[in-house]
């Protein structure tokens, strides 16, 4: 049985490395970097009279968007297996349901996760100049970085607001929640409970961890990221054409592209 024309259009515009593919998922690209830049700042203007119109517009974009992958993908089972789209439809029910979920609203902030660790960013970015790179894997670890400190305030925002007589925005949020990941611990605002000092204590674990992630990727020496069909080992030297921990051939730059392009595809 052929498949349909337009899930077969709608599936080399989403995945496809075409000309056409990557102006449409160029324009997608700069849709979400708005999106992400409207999440961030939303926590400052949301009382202006238009913000709900927006909120509103970039609800029915993230529901076209949805389910138009749906249907290129062919299969509920297909969709429902990338991260992407569970963290899409937590996005849009705190568009679409306000009033119930506006302490979820920071959960947002994970659109910008999720772009960053799209094939489409990198394929897009650059022409793809900076896919599977040092750049790559460093634009990560920072954004990860980034995307917990503003999940951790929102959190602290939504859960522990007047906890503290400092506590009273999420500006306060987000100054406790860096102090307590650097460990600098100015004491000027606290979480007296049970439950709060539980919270700062996982904060300055993750802290450190997430803070050592970066530092690592920022200081080691550059390395070629290809993952070994055989052992899994996806770091290696720039010039390697073997992987280092079992010799087994390492796939080319193209061909892990294209693999991970099918593997998209394919589901």
């Known amino acids: 049985m052929s ?3 337009l899930r077969s259009r709608l599936r080399e515009f989403y995945f496809g490395h075409t000309q056409q593919a990557i102006r449409f998922q160029g324009v997608l690209l700069v849709l979400d970097l708005l999106i992400v830049g409207f999440f961030i700042g939303s926590q400052f203007i949301a009382e202006q009279s238009w913000f709900w119109i927006v909120d509103a517009a970039i609800a029915a ?3 076209v968007d949805l389910f138009a992958r749906l249907f290129a993908f062919g299969t509920l089972q297909r969709w429902l297996k990338f991260p992407t789209t569970w963290i899409d439809l937590v996005v849009l029910a705190t568009l679409l349901f306000p009033a119930v979920l ?3 609203g920071f959960l947002r902030i994970l659109r910008l996760w999720t772009l960053v660790h799209s094939e489409r960013f990198w394929n897009v970015l650059a022409r793809g100049r900076y896919d599977d790179t040092y750049v790559e894997d ?6 990860t970085l980034f995307v917990f400190i503003f999940m951790a305030a929102g959190f602290t925002q939504a859960f522990f607001l007047g906890a503290h007589p400092g506590l009273n925005n999420f ?10 990941l650097t460990t ?5 605002i606290t979480l007296p409970t049970a439950s709060g000092r539980m919270f700062s204590i996982i904060l300055m674990i993750a802290g450190i961890s997430l803070f050592f992630s970066v530092a690592q990727k920022a200081f080691a020496p550059q390395r070629r990221i290809a993952a070994c069909s055989s052992c899994g080992i996806d770091r290696h030297e720039r010039d390697a054409r073997f992987c280092r921990g079992c010799g087994e051939e390492l796939p080319l730059r193209g061909e892990r592209k294209r693999a991970k392009a099918s593997g998209e595809e394919g589901g």
């Open 3 to 5: 498949e349909h024309p």
């Open 138 to 143: 460093l634009s990560k670890a920072i954004v």
């Open 184 to 188: 600098t611990g100015y004491g000027d």
């Open 171 to 180: 500006v306060d949020a987000m100054y406790f929640v860096v102090t307590s």
């Open 61 to 63: 974009f993230l529901a």
């Open 102 to 104: 506006h302490n979820w």
